[in-house]
């Protein structure tokens, strides 16, 4: 799978329609999960967005795009955790079957 690049603010002066164009949700999502979270705090921390701009578009308070933000942080902090957790536990097996 080739990995998904990020625009930068140059790429969308001028052109509404580049938004389209970036992996963020629609301005009348219903659902939301933690993806769709993330691409928004994303957008926002990358300066595609300005926060103003997220929250206009997403109809957010500025309590919970942060609320966003810490859940993004966590479940990054976790997936690091539990691949690491991982890599141990291959590394154990891998040496006690040599044993």
């Known amino acids: 799978m080739k990995p998904m690049a990020y625009a930068t603010k140059s790429d969308f002066e001028g052109e509404k329609s580049a938004l389209a164009s970036l992996s963020l949700p629609p301005p009348n999502c219903a659902r939301w999960n933690v ?3 993330a691409e928004v705090v994303k957008a926002v921390l990358s ?3 300005s926060l ?3 929250c206009q578009r997403y109809a957010l308070s500025l309590e919970e795009f942060l609320s966003w933000r810490l859940l993004v942080k966590c479940n990054e902090t976790a997936g690091r955790g539990s691949r690491r957790l991982r890599i141990v536990a291959q590394h154990r097996e891998h040496g006690a079957s040599q044993a």
């Open 35 to 37: 993806h769709r979270k």
């Open 47 to 49: 300066g595609v967005l």
């Open 52 to 54: 103003e701009q997220a």
